[in-house]
C-alpha cells in the first residue's frame, strides 16, 4: 500500500474504484488495519459506482506506530469510564478525524463520503461534526455516541473479555489468525455460518498488514477519553445513516439506536443476525443499502 504523510505520521492507504467516481472513504475499527474490509463489501462499493479509499489508522496496519507514547491501564481506563471520571489518553478521537481530515487533503479530495465502523464510526461521527465541509454523507456501522451507561456503552462481558485477551506476538501470522478467529466466534454474528477457512485466510492477511497491541490499547483510550458525544452529535448536519446488527454483543444494539436518535434526520436501519463482524453473506446487501444512502445525499430526490 502507498503512504502519505499526515500530520506528521505516516497512513497507508488504499483505493479501487474509477478515479472519476465520487469518493468514499472508509474508517476501520479498534486495533483493525484496513485489511479486515472484506474484499466483497470494497468491490461492492466499487461496483456501485464509487471510489473506495480505505487506510490503515495511526498506530496499526502499516501506518506509524507511536512508540513514544505511553499507554495506560485499559481495564482501569474502562471503570473510569463507567463511573463518569475523566481518562487520560496520549492522542484523542479528535487527532485520528484529523488524520482522516488530512488524508482527504493528501489525495486531493475535497468532499467524502465518510463511512466508518466500530471505533471507524465514532471517529467518522467526529468528522461529519468538525469539518462539515468535508462531507457529502455520514454511515455509522456498529458504532456509539459515547453514552456511558453500562447498558449502551457495553456490550456482555464475555464479548469485551474476548476483545481484550492479548493477543500472541505480531509476527507469528497463523497464532494471530487462530486467535482472531476466536475473539470473532464471540463477538460476531452468532446464527450466520462462515466458511472458516476463508475466514482464516483471510485473518492471516490482516496479520500480514499488522496488528499492534500496544497501539490498539492507545487506540481504546482514545475512545474511552472522547467520553460522551451526544452533545457533538447534535451538531452533525449531514445526511446520516446508521447501521447496527441485532445480534452485536459487543456495542449493543441500544448504542446504535443511541446514536441515531441524537443525530437530526438520522436514518436507522437494524441489519437482523448480524453481530461485530462482516459476514460475508450480508455484504452485497450493505454495499447496495451504503451506496443507495450515498446517492440519496447527492439526489435527495432519490429517497433514503
Known amino acids: ?154 456490550g456482555t462481558r464475555r464479548a469485551l473479555g474476548a476483545l481484550l485477551k492479548p493477543p500472541p506476538p505480531a509476527d507469528d501470522y497463523e497464532a494471530i489468525a487462530g486467535h482472531l478467529l476466536r475473539v470473532f466466534s464471540v463477538i460476531g454474528s452468532p446464527g450466520i455460518p462462515q466458511d472458516q477457512a476463508a475466514l482464516r485466510a483471510h485473518f492471516e492477511r490482516v496479520a500480514r498488514r499488522g496488528l499492534y497491541r500496544e497501539g490498539t490499547e492507545r487506540q481504546m483510550l482514545a475512545i474511552l477519553a472522547s467520553g460522551d458525544r451526544r452533545t457533538l452529535l447534535g451538531k452533525i448536519a449531514v445526511p446520516t445513516l446508521v447501521l447496527h446488527g441485532s445480534a452485536d454483543p459487543l456495542v449493543p444494539l441500544a448504542a446504535g439506536l443511541d446514536t441515531a436518535k441524537h443525530i437530526q434526520g438520522a436514518w436507522m436501519e437494524v441489519v437482523m443476525g448480524m453481530g461485530h463482524d462482516f459476514p460475508d453473506v450480508l455484504m452485497p446487501r450493505l454495499a447496495r443499502r451504503v451506496a443507495v444512502h450515498c446517492r440519496a445525499a447527492m439526489d435527495p430526490a432519490s429517497g433514503p
Request: one cysteine or more; aromatic letters at 6%; glycine letters at 12%.
Open 1 to 154: 500500500m502507498p503512504s502519505v504523510n499526515v500530520n506528521g505520521i505516516e497512513l497507508d492507504y488504499g483505493v479501487l474504484g474509477d478515479s472519476a467516481a465520487p469518493p468514499l472513504l472508509l474508517i476501520m475499527g479498534l486495533g483493525m488495519p484496513a485489511a479486515l474490509w472484506p474484499d466483497a463489501l470494497l468491490q461492492g462499493l466499487a461496483a456501485q459506482g464509487f471510489r473506495v479509499v480505505y487506510f490503515d489508522n495511526r498506530d496499526c496496519g502499516g501506518s506509524t506506530r507511536l512508540t513514544g507514547l505511553r499507554g495506560g491501564n485499559v481495564p482501569l481506563a474502562i471503570a473510569r469510564a463507567l463511573l463518569r471520571r475523566k481518562v487520560r489518553a496520549p492522542y484523542s478521537l479528535d487527532d485520528m478525524a484529523a488524520d482522516t481530515v488530512g488524508l482527504l487533503d493528501a489525495l486531493g479530495i475535497a468532499r467524502a463520503h465518510v463511512v466508518g465502523a466500530s471505533m471507524g464510526g465514532m471517529i467518522a461521527q467526529v468528522v461529519a461534526a468538525r469539518y462539515p465541509q468535508r462531507v457529502i454523507s455520514l454511515t455509522s456501522i456498529m458504532s456509539s455516541s459515547g453514552n456511558p451507561q453500562r447498558k449502551i456503552a457495553f
